[in-house]
């Protein structure tokens, strides 16, 4: 089977043997079966179509998002000895004349675009006249509302695709797909077969750190790891350019990246982490999409962002080579209000705005859950978990004592009920507590026979325990902009005692106490 692309793989790119995935995705595209390949980053995609590319007649479209990306993938393959080439708003109107017609002269094995150029209705006829091996959606997860970076150019051409009687097979590829997401992509593609790896990453560690001031954080962790290159995510251009001063002040060579610099000064940093000129990237989320820096040894997230699918794919840059990497996410409860924030101030439609609020609420849980944070993902992603404890991340190394919390989760949960489930967690926390906030008077929550029956604990303890129900799936909360608190069915099972409930012992913060404010 597939000697003829083994010698593809010897030849053109120097390796030895395909990776987990590869055969079957190949062998799927060489049927002209419309395949979906769904790896995690590193994970090898681009081959999956390059060698069928290779190995079949006419010429492959890839459907790119990024331009940097097409640029890098070029250039690769270019140094292969193959011809492949972009074309993109980055070129003249005279280069991509010439291009154009080198396409269409059937010169080019490999073609990079942007999705807008088919919405051009030359490109289109180009298309239609030359004979095609495949079209590949690169970052296929694009291509659905129900990805965490839709791209409604990368949907609305798929119908003018699909008139074209000359591509003779589709590929889609990508790291991040929910459940929804593949089926979405499978419905829209006619996908006949879905090869997916899995998302486990072995070599990576999760951290959740709270409490902690961030940027001393940041600033030790730099000491101890010196020399190694690694990416901090900030969720603001903002706060990039603030925890960029505070290091380049105290002599750190650290690059910088967001969408607020000009596309020199993006050039330049990114160019210099490449090449191991600055070692350190402090970025947004533009940083990043198709970067193939393979030694990134850790990725630390400044802020959390707004769902676990970007959570991942940034972490994700993160051992690329296959090595020990960290990935490491500090948490404070201010990044929330600024997810929320965003969504609010963003202009998606309610149901849309919803879905974004239920997807927070999954990396609010994360940053709250004592599972083994690598299972917490791949369950996310509905993967197929195979053990429940990675033994790498924070809570399966530094989470060892248990405590038996049913008492005091029965009576959260009474109290969450006695509120009429119409409270968020901040005001159940002031009734347990017996505080004397006006709010709690006007609403009549301290005739409650709730109210301070855990007036042991700080609104802090309280806080945390409540979060860590909902983590746990042990209280439900409704997602919007002011979360109330829901009992569910596993709420009834503990207040029933059926249920037992264990927590790992908390070492309360000490510091950053406005987090729990
Ligand atoms: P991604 O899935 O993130 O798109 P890439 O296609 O960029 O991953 O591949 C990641 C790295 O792995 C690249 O450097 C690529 O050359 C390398 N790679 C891919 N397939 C193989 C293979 N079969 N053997 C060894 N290295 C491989």
Known sequence: ????????????????????????????????????AV?????????????????????AIIISPLISLMKDQVDALNSYGI??????SSLTAGEQQTRLRDISSGRYKFVYVAPERFESGSFVNLVRKIRIALVAFDEAHCISQWGHDFRPSYRSIVPNLKKLNNIPVFVALTATATEEVINDIKELLHIEHVVNTGFERDNLSFHIVKGKDKTSYIRSFLQEHPNESGIIYTATRKQADTLHEQLTRRGTNVAKYHAGMSEI???????????DESSIMIATN?????????NVRFVIHYAMPMNIESYYQEAGRAGRDGEHSDCILLFSQQDVQLQKFLIEQSLMDDAAKQNEYHKLQEMINYCHTHSCLSSFILEYFDDKVTKMTCGR????????????????????????????????VGMTAKVLKGSRDKKLKEFRLDQLTTYGIMSAYTEKELTERIHFLIAERLLATEEGKF????????????LKGKRPVEMFTLTIPTSDEADYQ
């Open 83 to 88: 011809a492949a080439t972009y074309i993109n």
């Open 286 to 294: 533009a940083f990043g999409m198709g970067i193939d820096k393979s």
């Open 1 to 36: 089977m597939l000697v003829k692309e083994e010698k593809i793989l010897q030849t053109y790119f120097g390796y030895e043997t395909f990776r987990p995935g590869q055969v079957a995705t190949i062998e799927h595209i060489l049927q002209l079966k419309n395949t979906l």
């Open 483 to 494: 979360p109330t608190l829901k009992l569910n069915q596993n709420s009834v099972d503990v």
């Open 393 to 424: 991340c924070s809570n399966c190394v530094e989470l060892k004592e248990k405590d038996d919390i049913t008492e005091e989760a029965q009576m959260i949960l009474s109290c969450v009920k006695r509120m009429g489930e119409r409270f968020g």
């Open 265 to 275: 000064e993006r050039k330049q940093a990114q160019a210099a982490f490449i090449h």
């Open 39 to 59: 790896m995690p980053t590193g994970g090898g995609k681009s081959l999956c179509y390059q060698i069928p590319g290779l190995s079949m007649d006419g010429t």
